[in-house]
């Protein structure tokens, strides 16, 4: 008779628990339907922002998730036309999540400030597409501007790459599908539970910043103790940055062989000489991403990047931005590793919208600016 009331009371106590977590759960549904509007049952989390398909990876059209939200063409921003209204200039927006926009506040992503800038000097005359998407390597835009951009006439391709996706431990590839966004279903059941992002998200604002440090830096000599001595890159390997080097000046032919006009910018990070506590947080938050490469390492591979960048903006006769020394290496221009805050995200537009009016005087003229 103990044993079985033993069984019953052990019953009992995990049916309250699976209740109380599905009670959290459904808190955490409720709280992102009177939010975000979200919708009550379908999967809501930053995975269905993007999909992979036979235009490669890129925002998925019509997608919402907190404050992002995509248009129907997959771009972020407001709707657009199809067709390219006459006397209007194009500007299409291409790179990495620096560029689709994370930390900022709604609508200070740089893009978006781009628009409000340029809306400033010429009403009506200059359109900010914004068809960056996390993860979109430079192989990624070259396929996309073939397959999906071409189509809405952009006048001008800014192109904000970010070298750490060389540092992988697979190097960028471009990788098409015919199927449109089937994620797995280990994938989807880790994305349909909204009460684990909302734990870590808490978690992470409510430890301290060296604990967080610590974390990952076990999390990333987890992944290096299984490899052999020497698997850490101290260095950039020069295979990754040959390749680096040919997807930017293949994504660059494709571009202005359409007639394009293409302006790059150097990628900039927020570490410079002696690091913060802070700094230490975001330097083991970045490499647990990039686990092969070393500190030393992803430093030295922004800096050959952007110097080739720099070298192929040169040889194409095309404008380069140094948005690298234009950022300030402070936290108030980056609110991690790489992505900006609002001021940083200000200072990146006004240093692309300055380049934009040098590169299309004609525009101001036709309009009497």
Not at 107 to 131: H, K
């Amino acid at each position: 008779m103990k044993p079985t009331r033993m069984l019953l009371g052990m019953a009992e106590r995990i049916g309250i628990a699976i209740l109380f977590v599905l009670v959290l759960e459904l808190c955490a549904r409720t709280e992102d339907w009177l939010r975000w509007g979200a919708p009550f049952g379908a999967a809501y989390s930053p995975d269905t922002l993007t999909v992979s398909d036979a235009f490669g990876r890129h925002n998925r059209p019509g997608a919402r998730y907190e404050k992002w939200h995509i248009n129907s063409h997959g771009f972020r921003g407001p709707e657009i036309p199809l067709k390219k209204p006459d006397g209007i200039i194009r500007i299409v927006v291409t790179g990495a999540s620096e560029a689709f926009g994370l930390y900022e506040s709604p609508g200070m992503e740089f893009p978006a400030q781009m628009q409000r800038e340029l809306n400033a000097v010429c009403p009506g005359v200059y359109q900010v597409l914004n068809a960056a998407s996390a993860g979109m390597t430079p192989p990624n835009i070259t396929h996309y501007f073939k397959t999906w951009l071409l189509q809405f006439e952009p006048d001008i391709l800014i192109c904000y790459p970010a070298p750490a996706f060389y540092l992988d431990i697979e190097p960028p590839r471009l990788s098409v599908t015919a199927q449109t966004g089937q994620t797995g279903t280990r994938h989807a059941f880790r994305s349909s539970w909204r009460l684990t992002r909302k734990v870590r998200i808490s978690l992470k604002r409510l430890l301290p910043d060296s604990l967080q440090a610590h974390v990952n830096r076990f999390r990333v000599q987890r992944i290096v103790s299984d490899h052999p001595p020497g698997w850490v890159w101290e260095t950039p390997p020069l295979g990754r940055l040959r390749l680096f080097r040919r997807h930017m000046d293949q994504m660059i032919g494709v571009v202005q062989k359409h007639e394009t006009t293409v302006i790059l910018g150097t990628h900039a990070v927020r570490f410079a000489g002696g690091m913060s506590t802070a700094d230490k947080r975001f330097m083991a938050s970045w490499r647990r991403f990039y686990p092969r490469a070393s500190q030393d390492c992803l430093l030295a591979a922004e800096s050959a990047c952007n110097a080739i960048i720099r070298e192929l903006a040169s040889a194409r006769g095309i404008a380069v931005v140094d948005i690298d020394s234009l950022v300030q290496k402070s936290p108030c221009y980056f609110a991690d590793s790489s992505h900006f805050t609002d001021e940083g995200a200000a200072v990146v537009s006004t240093a692309f919208v300055s380049q934009i009016l040098r590169r299309v005087p004609a525009a101001h003229r036709q309009h009497g600016h």
